[in-house]
């Protein structure tokens, strides 16, 4: 039977150790590190992760800064706002909640974000930083899941990687830093051909293909680590991409839904955020 990966154990180590060091940033600069969030229009779901945000940012002690902007405020209004928060020396970071209502240019906004304020790790210069690998700011998904991988003891170095989905927010960053670790790397889509036989060879396999309990346990090798991102709403609650109760029986270590990606994507949106703030100061 598989070991559990709790990933809202691993999040609490994350900000205890964060709570530790923004205090000595405080003592060190004589000032707070601090994040912006902009939240524009009223999505429920969104809501509550800003909500999620605010409350962590100041549970390590760093200072929250929020924006509500009406659904109805034009591109220009919130093009405005990110611009006064990028030249505002006082900001560490800057996080646009998405999704942005659809008639705004999500890119166009997400552009007027400084790379050195970028907390999302979306702009394409960080992006670029990751592929050269560089130092930079990570997409807090997949910077989480290899925090999860390395607390867990997880052997990475010559290892069979899978990551299942080719998105920009997960499964390329995701490839990319398992590359870094000397994984070799194996990213599967919609028209990967025999899928199942490619997921069996993974040493480590990371789902992250938002279709409910797509990976089965015949697609997954005896003793294989399986990190979950999916996170589906179902007739029975919620799910992952993964058959948690099939697959935990063959993996040696696997991620739960909930409870295991999804506290680590905060966690690591305030590491990223304590990151800037020491880039900016190092820089200055």
Partial sequence: M?????????????????????QEFFVKNNRQITLAVILVGDNPASQVYVKNKIKATEYVGMKSL???MPATSTQEQVEETVKSLANDDTVDGILVQLPLPKHLYENKILSQIP???????????????????????????????????????????????????????????????LLKENCTVTICHSKTQNLEQVCKNADILVAAIGKPEFVKANMV????????????????????????????????????????????????????????????????
């Fill in 2 to 22: 598989a070991k559990i990966i709790d990933g809202k154990q691993i999040a609490q180590n994350v900000k205890d150790e964060l709570k530790v060091k923004v």
């Fill in 66 to 68: 929020s924006f509500y």
């Fill in 115 to 177: 790379a050195g304020k970028d907390v999302d790790g979306f702009l394409a210069e960080n992006v670029g930083n990751l592929m050269l690998g560089q130092d930079t700011t990570v997409a807090c998904t997949p910077f989480g899941v290899l925090k999860m991988l390395k607390s867990s003891g997880v052997e990475l170095s010559g290892k069979n990687a899978v990551v299942l989905g080719r998105s920009n927010i997960v499964g390329k960053p995701m490839a990319m830093l």
């Fill in 221 to 284: 090798k005896e003793g294989a680590v399986v990190i979950d991102v999916g996170i589906n709403r179902t007739e029975n609650g919620l799910v992952g991409d993964v058959d948690f109760n099939a697959v935990k029986g063959v993996a040696s270590q696997i991620s739960p839904v909930p409870g295991g990606v999804g506290p680590m994507t905060i966690a690591m949106l305030l590491e990223n955020t304590y990151l800037c703030a020491c880039r900016r100061n190092n820089a200055k």
